[in-house]
């Protein structure tokens, strides 16, 4: 994994400009390998942190977690990195803002990292004042706007399945528009989304591959909650 950037970067190189190229496509891709490195690490760090705001860390957190490890299909060895993080971040002094100021993640991949740790603090139950305040802390680290920390919250909890009306509500959180936008507006939103959160997008710019599966699941819902609306609407 440490090696693909500067692979792939080395071999578009050489293939578009020769001997210079390759030089040059294996810079760029030495440093998306140190983006998707950072990532992987302050994923996990900040996944600590966040379970530790409350002044401990239970049984289900740590569960969570090792699910969150597992849907990504880590190896016995990336699982074993990925705990040595969640552990270090849960240290007194872990300096947050300064670990998340190295993390070179704005836009889709800014918004997909808030995502990973709504999903783990999410995944337990009912979240916290404290934990609420530590996601407040990292999304505002990354130039996440509460606007869209709620949105990403609307993504991660999905449509309710047994109420018309609640699954409309929701469909529009997830879209981040009021049920009163205009039906060119609901649709701008919709390809607005799809185009930020393209997963092959989002690897271009940094997102370690094991954590795919997290992209690819914002455009499922971001999709779904678009074809409510559809049908609530009538419009094609």
């Known amino acids: 994994m440490q090696w693909l950037g500067k692979g792939i970067g080395g071999l578009i190189g050489a293939f578009v400009g020769g001997p210079v190229g390759s030089v040059v496509g294996v810079i760029v891709g030495h440093r998306l390998d140190q983006i998707r490195r950072t990532f992987f690490e302050t994923t996990f760090e900040v996944m600590g942190h966040v379970a530790k705001a409350d002044g401990r860390v239970s049984e289900d957190e740590v569960q969570v977690a090792r699910r969150i490890m597992q849907a990504m299909r880590l190896n016995d060895e990336q699982i074993q990195e990925a705990i040595e993080h969640f552990t270090r971040g849960k240290r007194a002094n872990y300096a947050l803002e300064d670990r998340l100021s190295e993390l070179d993640a704005g836009g889709g991949l800014a918004r997909t990292f808030v995502q990973l740790q709504l999903q783990a603090a999410l995944g337990v139950g009912a979240v916290g004042r404290e934990k ?4 407040t802390r ?7 706007s509460r606007a869209e920390l709620e949105q990403l919250e609307a993504i991660v909890r999905g449509l309710p399945s047994d109420n018309a009306q609640q699954t409309t509500d929701a469909a529009y959180r997830v879209l981040g528009v ?15 989304l799809m185009n930020q959160h393209h997963p092959d997008k989002l690897v ?3 997102l370690p591959v094991s954590m795919i599966g997290v992209a690819e699941q914002k455009t499922r819902e971001v999709r779904a909650a678009y074809e409510q609306i559809k049908k609530q609407r009538g419009f094609k």
């Open 178 to 192: 009021g049920a009163d936008a205009r039906d060119d507006e609901v649709k701008t939103a919709y390809r607005r």
């Open 132 to 135: 609420r305040e530590a996601l």
């Open 204 to 206: 271009a710019r940094g």
């Open 138 to 144: 990292v999304a505002r680290a990354l130039g996440v």
